[in-house]
Every structure is written in C-alpha cells, then in structure tokens.
C-alpha cells in the first residue's frame, strides 16, 4: 500500500509555519471517533518521521491526546484495532487541484482522507453509497466510493475496481 504521503502525490513538506505539531493533535483527536484505524496509520506514519516532526514532539502529541480523550477511551477506540487496509493502491491517486486547495496543501490532511478511505471509513458516506462501495469491496468490482466533510465541503474518494484506479474530488 502507498503508506508514505510522498509516494501519493509529490508535493513540497509541510512547513513548520503552517501547520504544526498541535494541529497534528488536534486533527488527530478528531480523527480517532471517527476511523480508529486510520488514527493508528496516521500515528505510525508521524513516527516514521513522514511529516517531520521529531520523535519528542510525535510522543508529546500522544500525551495530550491521552490527556484530552482519556486513557479509558483511548483503550476503548483502539483496542480491537487491526490496521488492515480494505483496498490496496498500487497507482498514484488522481488528486483535483480543487481539492487541494481546500485542503491548502496540506499533505498530513491529504493523508489522513486517503487513509480513512483506504481502511474503509464509511461514516460520513451516504446509507445509499455506503451499500453500494460495500458490494463492490466485497465484489472486487465497480466503485468503492467514500465522503469526508471538510470545511463544509464533501471531500469524494473513489476507488474504481477492478484496477485500484483512485480520484480524490470535490462533490
């Protein structure tokens, strides 16, 4: 799987002005309810030194996020976690200038969609989508289609099978 945010579009690092180590954890605190095992890839590509934060401040967003959620919590949202993804990208993601615009690009929130979509987060598509991007994951055929509220804004990943053909769009 394309884990490394680099391999998933070239684009220049996320400067240290623009977004730092506390939006991480902020984000990240948002991320976790939401897709859990999106949370772990996210925190395990952080600590791969992806985004280039250093390991002191990747571990000091992990206190604050166990401070800010509570342990118990914690614990509840990750304990049956198996990060596996649901489809596997062996291509690069079509990702419209639109959309990272909105974004503004911003590779860690980039990252973050594409990973919720890759380990099939469908909790803010549709009960319609959802059944059909359901069938074709299981089917290995059609589209695999999820949505993230952005901004106000419907954030679109599709994964067409048989090919693991991705767009990430704007609806």
Known sequence: ??????????????????????????DMILLLPKSPKSFVHILTMALSDVFQFTESEVHSSINTIAKEVTEDVLKAHLSNVTPTAVVELSKHPEIKPDV???????DVHVAMILARHLFGDLSETNCVQKKLSEAALKSGSGRYVTHYNYQARSVCVETLFPGCKSTIFLV
């Not at 990272?100 to 911003?106: F, G, I, R, S, W």
């Open 1 to 26: 799987m394309l884990s490394n945010i680099r391999e998933v579009r070239k684009c220049k690092t996320v400067t240290r002005k623009n977004y730092i180590i506390d939006d991480f954890t902020q």
């Open 100 to 106: 990272l615009e909105l974004l503004n690009n911003n």
